[in-house]
T-cell receptor, first 113, second 115 residues
């Protein structure tokens, strides 16, 4: 069965510091991996995806993620956090090229000034 | 090119009433997906539709829930005889044919509150 785990309910970082939001997955076959961000009372905004190719994926707003096949991880990173990055972040996986995604529980990112 | 449009943004129903949630996909997108987000949880897949066809409804509750995507008009998620546990945010997403994961766009959601 496919699954996604985001082990941290909340991540707190100071503005200007690097941030990491963790995600591990379980899927049969090659994974399609995604990160989305959700601001309060808003829909999901796409940040980045890994389908194939380079393990390091660069996305919107300076975010990047590294696909690690041996550790089945796809952690989201940013070198220097902004207060405006504070939001709810979701990792998602699919085993096929359809829009049927399995989402993690979400991680709340708090960036303090 | 407008994004995925969902309406209403907020819907309040009393127990036992019907709820109808609408989703207009992006222009050129013929595939629609519905997801539900319960409080403090991630999104859960409900149903995948193409025009006039239900492709995958493995995430739909067995009773009271139905979905359609007619040849003309928006996709409709219908919940009959709502109960308090149906209170959630319902998100629609759309994609063009053959690119479901790669070009998936989400609407802003409908927040359903059941009194």
């Amino acid at each position: 069965a496919q699954s996604v785990a985001q082990p941290e309910d909340q991540v707190n970082v100071a503005e200007g510091n690097p941030l990491t939001v963790k995600c591990t997955y379980s899927v049969s076959g090659n994974p399609y991996l995604f990160w989305y961000v959700q601001y309060p009372n808003r829909g999901l905004q796409f940040l980045l995806k890994y389908i194939t190719g380079d393990n390091l994926v660069k996305g919107s707003y300076g975010f990047e993620a590294e696909f690690n096949k041996s550790q089945t991880s796809f952690h989201l990173k940013k070198p220097s956090a902004l207060v405006s990055d504070s939001a709810l972040y979701f990792c998602a996986v699919s085993s096929s090229n359809t829009g049927k995604l399995i989402f993690g529980q979400g991680t709340t990112l708090q960036v303090k000034p | 090119n407008a994004g995925v449009m969902q309406n209403p943004r907020h819907l309040v129903r009393r127990r036992g009433q019907e709820a109808r949630l609408r989703c207009s996909p992006m222009k050129g997108h013929s595939h629609v997906y519905w997801y539900r987000q319960l409080p403090e949880e991630g999104l859960k897949f409900m149903v995948y539709l193409q025009k006039e066809n239900i492709i995958d409804e493995s995430g739909m509750p067995k009773e009271r829930f139905s979905a359609e995507f007619p040849k003309e008009g928006p996709s409709i998620l219908r919940i009959q005889q709502v109960v308090r546990g149906d209170s959630a945010a319902y998100f629609c997403a759309s994609s063009p044919p053959g690119q479901g994961s790669e070009k998936l766009f989400f609407g802003s959601g409908t927040q359903l509150s059941v009194l």
